[in-house]
């Protein structure tokens, strides 16, 4: 049995003040004499299991005995965690291994993960504590996502938690073209635990096939024990027959708690997370404009998105969710002045008098709304507009740049484009690796190495010039079908709308510049005329 009995397992003490997590070990107050301080961390040494008195000189005495601190009071929600680990951590499997070695020379990386982490660790801690689940879980996301809450998969998985969107629905992650509950950090969180809680009980409380479950599907860890019992073979994770990707997901898991139990041992720091409320959930009510929100809040758009990550666009969702996450010590004041603000304040509203041909897809785009916003809004039963009659329409307060974060800001962020629509140019930062470049633009690291002639284990400088292609997310969008009027029915047409490039039709269409110039006869530096029809070889939804 490679886990710890489920009695231990289930017994997680729980103390939370009104701040913080607390235990009840003393704390140490007088700083001792430096030889003293020696002394003792040569004791920290053999507690530890860590290197002999000759690596001491190495070692910052003075930071060691501030951690040493930290664990017994729990400062740090890090070594509150490191202080309640239950998994067994099987060091002595080898795909353990090559995890904690990998984690042990990556510094860089786990210092980038508690920067992403540092919002939403005591929330989740919080909530692993109320339902007296392992603490070990909190380090969950690490494998799944590097606590990016922008994380997006080739499979569609999105979040610090990595839904896939069948799963964020069947735990009730409402979905649509404003708001995604598989990023919102209360939902996801919320979602995440019961899905562990139901695996758990569903494996008979084995941690290990229910993290295998969490990353394969409940059916292929199922199946993959049942082989086993009809061979005659051990059922525990490590004798299981499983998908490369989740052999290596579990080894993971333990290999972060492992570096994070033994620091010293490994040579790594996790940076500092204070223990204590990073935010304050807050009823808003209704719709809100997050311009409005960042004003009233004192936050930049970049902050606003980073709490909540959820909304897609530039308002909250008309229909909810209606909270918003405020910093824990900007909250108080944020309540305040949302009393005060009119109602008319808000959102902002524009009449648009409908013109022939126009459709309530058209009109979405052109205002960066929904087609169900404008029915609801204007109580439309069905996709009906007649030339002449006007539609009131929620429209942002500032330009699409402003709102920082958005899903149509992050597809392109930190990308500079080419001339044909679709291939970008990515520029590597300090910090960047292969896997977080993929995940930023929901494409895979094989899909990365291939476009760029490079190995996945080639390391990146920075400066360095990536070819990344972006596909355009049909998932969310509203609108109609564009239908295809050619005589070739693989074959579709579109009118060109002033305001309208070649540019801005291949980025549409997901298709290069370069072919719309060879579909249509037209040389480069053509000029486009409104109600030019163009064709097009594709069929989308939703454009």
């Known amino acids: 049995m490679h886990m710890i009995p489920k009695a231990i397992i289930c017994f997680v003490p729980i103390i939370i003040s009104a701040c913080n997590f607390s235990s009840t070990r003393p704390n140490i107050v007088d700083p001792a004499p430096a030889t003293e301080k020696r002394q003792q961390l040569n004791q920290v040494h053999k507690l530890n299991n860590t290197g002999p008195d000759t690596n001491v000189a190495e070692i910052n005495v003075e930071q060691e005995l501030n951690r040493q601190v930290a664990i017994q009071d729990h400062q740090d929600l890090w070594f509150l965690i490191q202080d309640e680990l239950q998994?067994?951590?099987n060091i002595n499997q080898r795909s353990v291994q090559d995890k904690v070695a990998w984690f042990a020379r990556n510094q860089d990386y786990l210092d980038r993960v508690a920067d992403r982490a540092q919002p939403y660790l005591y929330h989740i801690i919080s909530k692993l504590k109320e339902r007296n689940m392992p603490l070990d879980l909190a380090l969950l996301p690490i494998v799944e996502s590097a606590y990016h809450p922008f994380a997006y998969s080739p499979s569609r998985?999105?979040?610090?938690?990595?839904?896939?969107?069948?799963?964020?629905?069947?735990?009730?992650?409402?979905?649509?073209?404003?708001?995604d509950g598989r990023r919102d950090i209360i939902a996801a969180t919320d979602g995440a635990l019961d899905y562990l809680e139901s695996l758990h009980k569903r494996f008979n409380g084995n941690w290990f096939h229910a993290l295998a479950a969490y990353n394969a599907g409940e059916g292929n860890v199922e199946k993959a024990i049942r082989r086993n019992k009809k061979a005659g073979k051990?059922?525990?994770?490590?004798?299981?027959?499983?998908?490369?990707?989740?052999?290596?997901?579990?080894?993971?898991?333990?290999?972060?708690?492992?570096?994070?139990?033994?620091?010293?041992?490994?040579?790594?720091?996790?940076?500092?997370?204070?223990?204590?409320?990073?935010f304050e959930s807050i009823d808003i009510g209704?719709?809100?404009?997050?311009?409005?929100?960042?004003?009233?809040?004192?936050?930049?758009?970049?902050?606003?998105?980073?709490?909540?990550?959820?909304?897609?666009?530039?308002?909250?969702?008309?229909k909810g969710p209606h909270r918003i996450l405020v910093p824990y010590d900007k909250a108080a004041d944020f309540k305040q002045k949302l009393a005060a603000l009119p109602t008319s304040e808000r959102v902002s509203w524009k009449q648009h008098k409908i013109v022939q041909g126009e459709s309530l897809a058209q009109i979405a785009r052109r205002y960066q709304t929904s087609v169900s916003a404008l029915k609801e809004t204007n109580r439309l039963k069905g996709n009906n507009i007649r030339a002449g009659s006007s539609l009131l329409i929620p429209t942002a307060k500032e330009s699409s740049k402003f709102y920082s974060l958005s899903a149509d800001a992050r597809k392109f962020k930190n990308l500079k484009r080419t001339g044909d629509g679709?291939?970008?140019?990515?520029?590597?930062?300090?910090?960047?690796?292969?896997?977080?470049?993929?995940?930023?633009?929901?494409?895979?690291?094989?899909?990365?190495?291939?476009?760029?002639?490079?190995?996945?284990?080639?390391?990146?400088?920075?400066?360095?010039?990536?070819?990344?292609?972006?596909?355009?997310?049909?998932?969310?969008?509203?609108?109609?079908?564009?239908?295809a009027v050619a005589k070739n029915p693989a074959t579709g047409t579109y009118t060109v709308k002033r305001g309208d490039s070649l540019w801005l039709i291949a980025r549409k269409f997901d298709v290069h510049v370069n072919d719309l110039l060879k579909w249509n006869n037209l040389k480069k530096g053509n000029h486009l005329k409104p109600g030019q029809s163009l064709i097009v070889q594709q069929t989308i939804t939703g454009a």
Do not use: C
Not at 266 to 278: A, C, R
């Open 87 to 89: 998994f067994n951590r």
């Open 157 to 179: 998985a999105s979040g610090i938690w990595q839904f896939i969107p069948a799963t964020g629905k069947r735990f009730g992650m409402k979905q649509n073209w404003w708001y």
């Open 234 to 278: 051990k059922t525990d994770f490590w004798s299981l027959r499983l998908p490369r990707e989740t052999r290596s997901y579990v080894p993971s898991l333990l290999a972060v708690a492992e570096v994070l139990k033994n620091q010293t041992k490994y040579n790594i720091i996790f940076k500092s997370i204070p223990n204590q409320p990073h």
């Open 286 to 318: 209704s719709q809100i404009d997050l311009a409005t929100v960042a004003a009233m809040s004192n936050m930049t758009m970049d902050e606003v998105y980073t709490l909540n990550p959820g909304f897609n666009r530039w308002a909250t969702d008309p």
């Open 422 to 483: 679709k291939q970008y140019i990515y520029s590597v930062k300090r910090g960047d690796n292969l896997w977080d470049i993929s995940r930023q633009y929901g494409i895979s690291v094989k899909q990365l190495t291939r476009w760029n002639g490079i190995s996945s284990k080639s390391l990146l400088k920075p400066g360095q010039k990536l070819t990344v292609w972006v596909k355009q997310d049909k998932q969310y969008e509203d609108g109609a079908l564009i239908k």
